[in-house]
């Protein structure tokens, strides 16, 4: 269902010139109230789209040069809500949202949510921790838009998470990628089949995932799993989301204006270009971004969506360019390892790349847990049970045709690799 027909069909020259004048709009917004927009932006006019290519970045360092408050463009008073990024080193990014940059985020949410089949009156099971990080108030408050029924579980406890899921027979259920599945799996390994909950949509995000962890969780659960980004600096979830034909991630292109840059230049890069995501606030008041570095790797396409939707898609995120890593001169991505690892079905999709910088040259050894079948074949877990030798020579053979790395594997027992509760912890570093 297209929740807002006329903003989400709008013809490109119509789109176009709305993106123009907010964008206008935007920049005197900044640069009348935001002294370092003021100093950056001060006198640039900005008469095409084009013309933003021309104007500076802003990069998290700058959130962090002006922590807490020091980016935001409205009095004190005006703020509405602060949320936090989840960064895990040093201070958080504040965030600030005016009470109309919330409807933005309501508004935004609810067209993601209802592209992948939110209905009004249904039950929401909400498995995104609630706090400063967005997920879960992003969720609950996209949900409450549309009328439906909130459950707001939050993440952690997962046996309340089942108790709730097999109990209120939610219509849907949102939450990491990782934490979803690793609820299926208490849920299986305790006699249930979570495919007879009932589930008819999951909405997935605030992570990488690949399609091979999409079929896991499809598999998993019996319905559908939908791709939803987002980023607290922006707004939180809701910048962009699957719909129903699952072929790129529609950005809501009249509240943020996406480009893809080559990090290396910071040339912007035409449609099925692979680089870093950059976007500029259209309509937000209490903390505008023009120009913005995601860090986030996609590409864009402006090609037509079966859906009727006209947006700009973006690729499912590949990785951040800082999750980046270099082995023996290789570039990867932890991405690149789950879709292969997840393409193994004597595999389960908890994985863990360590890294080992203590030699000159990195590194990486590749943990990875067994499927239960396979462990119950060797009549219990044996790293040394022949199973699981020749298991292993044929998962390092795989990655090394696909990544083009030898790395050093290793199977190990189940329930050894830590699951996670929000965003799954993939490379350790040594
Ligand atoms: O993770 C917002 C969010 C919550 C998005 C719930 C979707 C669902 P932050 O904590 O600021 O905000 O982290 C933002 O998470 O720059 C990406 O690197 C990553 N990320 C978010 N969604 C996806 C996704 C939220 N669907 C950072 N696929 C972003 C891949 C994602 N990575």
Redesign the pocket.
Known sequence: MIWNAEAETLGRAARARLQLARLRETIGWAVAHVAFHRERLGGVEVRRLDDLARLPFVRKTDLRDHYPFGLFAVEPGEIARIHA???TKGKP?IVGYTAADLNVWREVMARVMAAAGARRGDLLHIA?GYGL???GL??HDGAERIGMTVVPVSSGNTARHQLLLRDLAPAGI?G?PSFVLHIAETLTAEGENPRTLGLRYG???????TEGMRASLENALGCPAY???????II?????GECEVRDG?HIQDDHFLPEVIDPATDQVLGPGREGELVLTTLTKRALPLVRYR???VTTLTDAPCPCGRTSIRMA??K??SD?MLVIKGVNLYPSEVEATLLAIEELLPHYQLVVDRRATLATLEVRVEPAPALVERCGGFDAAHPLIVGLRQRVAERLRMAIGLSVQLTIVAPQTIPRSEG?AVRVVER
């Open positions: 990024s989840s960064g990014t995104f990080f967005t997920g992003g969720f949102c990491t909405m997935f995000g605030a992570e990488p995932w791709d939803i980004y987002g980023l607290s600096e939180g979830p809701g910048v962009a991630l995601t860090g986030d499912r995120v990785g951040r999750d965003k």
